[in-house]
Structure formats: C-alpha cells, structure tokens
C-alpha cells in the first residue's frame, strides 16, 4: 500500500484518484479550490460521470479516499504524487503549462523525503524536464524524487471503466526504482495482465498525443469518406463495415458525424500540430484532420439548409442533444455550438433538448428554449437536427415526433435513426453518408 496524493480534482484527476484507492491505497485529493473540496466532502461529485459517484463513496467509506485543500501537507504525506492540473489551450493552439509548473514548484518546496512526481495532465512533450527544473528550482539540494509520466486515456463518460480496466498503462521513468514504485501503484492491473509500457520521459509524452491526434484523424477521415459517400451512392455505414471487418484498421471511431469535439481531440491536435512546426516536420495529415473537422462542422449547417431550402429565418428547430458526446454533460467544443450559433445569426427561433447538458448550455445560449424532453422540444417545429448519439434518440418514435412537428424535417447528424422508418414516416431528412430524400 502506498500513500498517494493527486493534486487536481478535475475528471482526470478525481477518478484518478477514486481509482487508485479502489486498488487498496491511500489516496488524498487536492485542490486549490476550497469551494470544490468542500463539495467532495459532503459527497458531491462536480462532473456527471457514470459510476464516480459510488466509487467515491465506496472508498471514501473505506477511508482510503480522503478530499483536502491543503496541498503542501498532503504533499508531505505521499509516496507518489500525481499531477492532475488543466492545461487548457492558449491562444496560439499551444496548450498553457502553467498550472502544472506552479503545482511542480509547491511540489519542490514541500518536498521531505524521496518520491515519485506523476503527470497524468496531458503537457506537451519535454514538458517533463520543466517540470523536473520547476521542482529543483524551489526544492533544496538534498531533495530526493523521480519524475514520472503517466498519461491517462479516459474517456469521458466510460472514464470509471477505463481507469479500472485500461488497454495499457503508460509509463515514462528515466529510473527503475520510480519505475517499481509505479508498478505497485497499478498492482491489481499486473495481476489483469494489463499490458504496461515503460519507456523514457518524451515517449511517454508522445504517446498520449499521438493515441489522441491519430483517433481524430480516424474520424475526420471516415467524415471525408462518408461525405465521397453520399456523391456516388455508396452506404458509409457498409464502408465503415468492410473497413472495420479488417483487422488491421478495427471498426473503432469510424462513425461519421458532425466532426469530433470535446475538450480534448481539437485542443490535443492543434498542439501537437504546434509542437511539430516549431520542431521543423510540420504534420501534415494532422492539420489535414483539423481542416477537415472545421469543414465538417459547417457541412451539417449546409445540410440543414438544404433541406429548408435555402433559408432558416423565421424558422423553429429543435436541436436535440448539446453534450459533444453520450454519457456526459460536458459541452466543451460540442458540434452542437456551431450550429446553434448559425441557426441564431441567421433569424431562426431555436428550441433545445439535452438529457443532461441544458443547463451549461444555456450558459452560453440564453436566448435559446431549453425543453425536458424530445416531444416538447419538437412541437411546432420546422425541423429537428440530431447533434449528439444519446441512446433515448436512438429509439423515438419517428410517427409520434413527425406528428408534433410543423414539417416532418429531420438531419440526424449521428446516423442513428432507421432510414427505412424515416421513409415509411414520410419525413424529409438528411445524415452524413447514407441515403437520403431528395429534399
Ligand atoms: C478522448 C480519448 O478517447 C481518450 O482516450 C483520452 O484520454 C481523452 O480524449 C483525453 O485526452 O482526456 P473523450 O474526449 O472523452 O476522450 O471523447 P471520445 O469518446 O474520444 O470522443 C471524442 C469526439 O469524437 C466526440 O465528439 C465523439 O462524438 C467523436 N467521435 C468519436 C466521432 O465523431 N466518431 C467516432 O467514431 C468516435
């Protein structure tokens, strides 16, 4: 068992931490944020994140999980301590280090004996060798610790699961002996046979990048593939098919859509294109996936107009879904923004409907009408567009929700709904890849 502190308790950070007490040790969580902490303590759990809130309460109840905003003393008491700061995007598309060298500096002066400092934060590579200078800088000459990178690969929404059952565990240690501490860290994966990575400090970096930037590119590039689609009558969910069928390509993320959002693929792929250029070997097929994302995005506000031919003024659409994916309220860079926003400069009346996501959005879109279910978001409606693969959509009742609407227009950017069904219902719709009505 060893003692852990995780300074950050974001989602990374927080089921991080949640998930490192489930293997039996003792874990603290940090932040500077006392309003936050004080939340932690009283059970509430900040983010909609399925199966955190009773991994909290399992180990918190176990007292392996403890909630603190006093970092240099919980800092004092770890064997390792991860960093799970944000490193949002500044405004050259580089991501902002800051907060992870300010954490290394109060790393440094609270440091009282050896250990392990952890990044899990996803930093641009040679972050690490800054991160290590940050803590000599305000540690003194005798302190004794090993730098570690440890990238995460959760995502949002299944990050429970992928925590506790990951693919691979990455580790970056330049020394055997973080290395080891590292490997009781992640005990009971060992005992999974989780397949676990070490490798120096910069691989590990890269890793988390290039995982990230290459699924983006696996998107953009079946969004290309399914936009070809729909120009010579081929079926993309039967071309996704074939592909996936190959071993060697797999049917993961090769669902077209409305372009990739989150608070990840388009903050991760601008930097790693970034990090390149000012490397000298610009990555072309990245930026390419970036371009692509862009265009795609402003490609379903042009479907939509097709089908109300030519003009949304004057118009109601119902947006169902705003989260940039299922299973979250995390509207961060959702595909769902840009169309809002279209739809509102160009003079249409927008109703919206999201299972979990209504009250950030209206953070943004106070103008728009936030409804609690589909039938009151599509009542009256001019057209409904589809913006995010929540499952309850998956199974509405095409005659029920045509039946409430002005006109039976539907875009369902997320290729869920049957287009059998849609036909037999009479309704006027468009996808991304598939066939559609002659609108
Ligand atoms: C992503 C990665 O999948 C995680 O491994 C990584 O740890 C995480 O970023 C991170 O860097 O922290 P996440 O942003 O939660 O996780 O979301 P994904 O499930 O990867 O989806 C990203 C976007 O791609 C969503 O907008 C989704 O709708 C879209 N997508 C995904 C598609 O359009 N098609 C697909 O086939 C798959």
């Not at 609270?110 to 803590?135: D, M």
């Not at 000599?136 to 004794?144: E, F, L, V």
């Not at 919206?352 to 106070?366: Q, Y």
Request: proline fraction near 4%; hydrophobic fraction near 40%; charge should be negative.
């Amino acid at each position: 068992m060893k003692n852990i502190t995780v300074i950050g308790t974001g989602y990374v950070g927080l089921v991080s931490g949640a998930g490192i007490s489930d293997f039996g040790h003792q874990v603290s969580c940090v932040d500077i944020d006392e309003s936050k902490i004080a939340s932690l303590k009283k059970g509430e759990i900040p983010i909609y994140e399925q199966g955190l809130e009773s991994l909290v309460k399992r180990n918190v109840d176990a007292n392996r999980l403890t909630f603190s905003s006093d970092v240099s003393n919980a800092i004092k008491d770890a064997d390792v301590v991860f960093i799970a700061v944000g490193t949002p995007q500044d405004d050259e598309g580089n991501a902002d280090i800051s907060a992870v060298l300010k954490v290394a500096e109060t790393i440094g002066s609270s440091l009282n004996g050896y250990k392990v400092i952890c990044t899990k934060s996803t930093v641009p590579i040679g972050t690490g060798r800054k991160v290590i200078e940050a803590i000599n800088k305000t540690s003194g000459p005798s302190a004794q610790f090993d730098y570690v990178s440890n990238p995460e690969f959760l995502r949002e929404g299944a990050a429970v699961r992928d925590f506790t059952h990951p693919d691979r565990v990455v580790i970056g240690a330049d020394s055997q002996k973080a290395f080891d501490f590292m490997k009781d860290v992640y005990h009971p994966l060992y005992v999974n046979e989780t397949p676990v990575l070490h490798t120096n400090i910069e691989t590990a970096e890269m890793i988390k990048y290039a995982c990230n930037a290459f699924l983006a590119l696996k998107i953009s590039y079946i969004n290309e593939i399914a936009n070809f689609c729909e120009e010579v009558g081929a079926d993309v969910f039967n071309v996704a098919q074939g592909m996936g069928l190959d071993g060697r390509i797999s049917p993961k993320f090769l669902h077209p859509g409305p372009g990739y959002g989150g608070s990840c693929f388009p903050k991760d792929t601008n930097a790693l294109a970034s990090q390149a250029e000012a490397a000298g070997v610009p990555l072309q097929t990245i930026r390419g996936a970036i371009d692509a994302n862009g265009i795609q995005q402003n490609r379903m506000v042009q479907k939509l107009r097709r089908l109300m031919e030519g003009s949304f003024e004057n118009k109601i659409i119902a947006v169902l879904g705003l989260s940039f994916k299922p299973q979250t309220d995390d509207i961060r860079e959702s595909p769902a923004i840009p169309m809002i926003r279209s739809l509102l400069e160009e003079k249409a009346s927008v109703k919206a409907f999201d299972p979990v996501s209504n009250d950030n959005m209206k953070s943004i879109f106070p103008n728009v009408e936030f409804l609690q279910d589909v039938n009151s978001a599509v009542a009256d409606a001019d057209a409904a567009v589809i913006m995010t693969d929540w499952n309850e959509f998956r199974g509405m009742d095409i005659s029920r929700i045509t039946s409430l609407m002005k006109t039976p227009i539907i875009l369902d950017t997320r290729n869920i709904l049957n287009t059998d069904e849609l036909d037999s219902s009479g309704v006027i719709y468009d996808n991304v890849g598939r066939k559609k009505t002659n609108a």
